[in-house]
Nanobody
């Protein structure tokens, strides 16, 4: 069964960094394009960053230059390095396939950026 387990979130101050991890089971990050999404209260879930099988990446304009998506296929894990965090980055972060159809959403990991 497919499982996507996000971790690494927490409470940080503006300007600080976090690294999120997505441990995938039942699927291969090597053969699936993967992505990070986030959903803030009262907002639609949005795509933050994506990585395709050969390594090409794409980012939302709001995070470009600050966030980096990567993967370790040996560990079947996808990462999101988040630098220079801003209060508007506060959201629950999820990982999933980069394109439809997506797998069932995991619980996500909460990132709160506040002074």
């Amino acid at each position: 069964q497919v499982q996507l387990v996000e971790s690494g979130g927490g409470l940080v101050q503006p300007g600080e960094s976090l690294r999120l991890s997505c441990a995938a089971s039942g699927i291969s990050t090597r053969v699936n394009a993967m992505a990070w999404y986030r959903q803030a209260p009262g907002k639609q879930r949005e795509l933050v960053a994506a990585i395709v099988t050969y390594g090409m990446t794409n980012y939302a304009d709001s995070v470009k230059g600050r966030f980096t998506i990567s993967r370790d296929n040996a560990k079947n894990t996808v990462y999101l390095q988040m630098n220079s965090l801003k209060p508007e980055d506060t959201a629950v972060y999820y990982c999933n396939r980069a394109t439809s159809p997506m797998y069932s959403w995991g619980k996500g990991t909460l990132v709160t950026v506040s002074s």
